[in-house]
């Protein structure tokens, strides 16, 4: 990497000024015979890559795409976890819904039951009296 200091308008050591007269080179060795070199490109020469960064310039665009796409890809993996657990959830309510309207046949099944047994012990009740009466008047007459 190259550094230069402004206040000793000069490079901050010899290493650094090596870079920069290479990289000036390489500048006008382009210019003088007609090809067209960016100066990342240079820089990238010179001083060598690091994967998605260019010294001196901070990250690339392709390591903001690489970037941006594995941010939508974990956004595509979060909304498909998120449709599977909605699907999970419908069926789970679907599954309580048919829960409760067996219970809701099933108590009113019994309340039938219970009104049909009120039914039959009135009747048993109402026999149960006439035969008392019958008795007792019979009972009663003997005497």
């Known amino acids: 990497m190259t550094h230069f200091c402004r206040k000793k308008n000069a490079m901050v050591d010899e290493t650094s000024a090596e870079k920069l007269s290479k990289m000036k080179d390489l500048q006008l060795q382009a210019q003088s015979s007609g090809v067209n070199r960016t100066e990342e490109d240079i820089c990238i020469e010179v001083t060598g890559r690091i994967t998605g960064y260019v010294r001196g310039r901070g990250p690339s665009k392709a390591s903001l795409i690489t970037q941006k796409l ?5 956004f595509k993996k979060r909304a498909e976890q998120a449709e599977k657990r909605s699907v999970e959830l419908e069926v789970q309510v679907q599954s309580q819904q048919q829960l409760m309207q067996r219970l809701e046949n099933q108590q ?4 039938n039951q219970q009104l049909e047994m009120q039914e039959l012990l009135k009747a ?4 149960l009296q006439s035969k008392n009466q019958g008795n007792g008047n019979a009972f009663g ?3």
């Open 70 to 74: 594995a941010e939508i890809e974990e």
């Open 108 to 111: 009113a099944e019994m309340q």
């Open 141 to 143: 007459s003997n005497s």
């Open 124 to 127: 048993l009740r109402a026999e």
